[in-house]
């Protein structure tokens, strides 16, 4: 499984957003495939995630009725969608994908993409 991921750039506060995840070698055991954001000096922190299958989707607290996450299964990619954009959402945004049927931490994902910058100015 391979992610490429891309969308990020420097936008003001209040303004959206959208994160693009393309998977290529998709394989029958990823189930989960989730975006992740790490600011700097900050731990990796989980976003968003959608189940391949189901699109079942769940989010963090502090994204839930700004960002929505989604998936086309016929272009094989992972979108996320941030609206009211504020300057502590900026950080290195990751897609990744796991086998388990929902993860929520990073290391139950097996694959990473290598991430896009996101900057929100105030």
């Known amino acids: 499984v391979q992610l490429q991921a891309s969308g990020g750039g420097l936008v003001q506060a209040g303004v959206s957003l959208r994160l693009s995840c393309v998977v290529s070698?998709?394989?029958?055991?990823?189930?989960?495939m989730s975006w992740f954001r790490q600011a700097p000096g900050k731990e990796r922190e989980f976003v968003a995630a959608?189940?391949?299958?189901?699109?079942?989707?769940y989010y963090a607290e502090f994204v839930k009725g700004r960002f929505t996450i989604s998936r086309d299964p016929a272009s094989k990619s992972v979108s996320l969608q941030m609206n009211s954009l504020k300057p502590e959402d900026s950080a290195v945004y990751y897609c990744?994908?796991?086998?388990?049927?929902?993860?929520?931490?990073?290391?139950?994902?097996?694959?990473w993409g290598q991430g896009t910058q996101v900057t929100v100015s105030s």
């Open positions: 990744a994908a796991s086998s388990h049927t929902r993860a929520t931490i990073g290391k139950e994902y097996d694959y």
């Open positions: 070698r998709l394989t029958v055991t990823t189930n989960c």
């Open positions: 959608i189940s391949w299958r189901s699109g079942s989707r």
